[in-house]
């Protein structure tokens, strides 16, 4: 093996014990994925951070030997969070730096502008790696789903769609707004989103809000603006998915036809057993009269039309409680309930890479 194949079977490794993980394939695609993502000098890198923020001293510690200057090590690093492959935050003036998950994390950071070889890779490594199955089955799922505004009652209203209303009212960041890379893709394999003819519908929140805007990946919005678009997101039918925690890094707004995340969903059986979801659509078949718009509305074909009877049913095995069957019903025959147990999400990200962690030990 060469020295810089090492570099790369070292980071492998390394990253499999993180978070979600990366597992390791017969074929080597996982090791021309590594390649794919990361230059040598930042892979090298790379394998000396955690899901942790630390400091720079830290990770010179972790580096003896290696013949490389603290400014050797932060110019790499800052280049490395430059291409939105690490995470990166300045606090009480010190810069700290982490690992983020491959996905979601690494593979939307290099599919904004993909490689042909990053393409082959990760279609390859999707396809025979046990990388899906570990994302699924993690600990904590890194996403979750809350209702759109419009489906939500006042008895609703809290740790719903108002934490992220209360979050873009509140916070004193930037607010990032992207397009949605998974919507690009299928744009570009010829497939144009079914649901929405808007790109910039997914925003990112406090540090990775200030990296965002820094490094050029997407543009600050204002609070206002932030606001309504999360109001067209929720109207076109858009399923708002922020990240696990009480204070979102990001929220998605997905679509069915495009989302990489939904379309796992679909392909599952009993998904909604790996989702953080707390509501449930629920038909009054006294009002339903049939029509099938909940149908047409799902992202996740949660909905169907008894064969006998033509009233909605809903798949609680499926139905994420996102609220557009609701939102849409013309006989307002659906509404959201609100499940027994509440999954509660952890209170940001490193408590949440914290958990999926410790329970891979």
Known sequence: MSAEDSIYRDLQIHLDKETVGFPTTASGSDIRLVKALFPPDQAEMAA??????????????????SGKSIEDIERVLDETVDRGMIGF????????????????????????????????????????????????????PQMRTIPVEQSITTEHQIGTYDEIKHIIETTTDPIGIVSCVCRLGAARRGSPCKVTSREETCMVFHEGAVNLVKGGGGRQISKEEALEILRKNGEEGLVLQPSNTKGP????????????????????????????????????????????????????????????????????????????????????????????????PPIDTEELFEVIVTQKA
């Open 89 to 140: 935050k300045e606090e009480e003036g010190k810069k700290q730096y982490r690992n983020i998950p491959l996905l979601v994390g690494m593979v939307e950071a290099a599919a904004y502008e993909p490689t042909p070889e990053f393409n082959a890779a990760w279609g390859e490594y999707v396809a025979e790696s046990s990388f899906i199955k570990d994302f699924l089955t993690s600990a904590a």
């Open 48 to 65: 000396l951070l955690t899901h942790r923020y630390e400091s720079l001293d830290i990770i010179q510690q972790r580096s003896e030997g």
């Open 249 to 344: 890094d990001f929220m998605c707004s997905c679509c069915g036809c495009c989302c990489g995340i939904l379309n796992m969903h679909k392909s599952m059986e009993n998904p909604v057993e790996f989702w953080a979801t707390n509501f449930l659509a629920a038909v009054d078949p006294d009002l339903c009269t049939g029509c099938g718009t909940c149908v047409e509305s799902c992202q996740v074909n949660a909905m169907t039309l008894d064969d006998d009877s033509s009233i909605s049913v809903v798949d609680a095995t499926r139905c994420l409680g996102c609220g557009n069957c609701a939102k849409d019903c013309p006989a307002e025959a659906i509404e959201l309930q609100k499940k027994a147990t509440e999954a509660i």
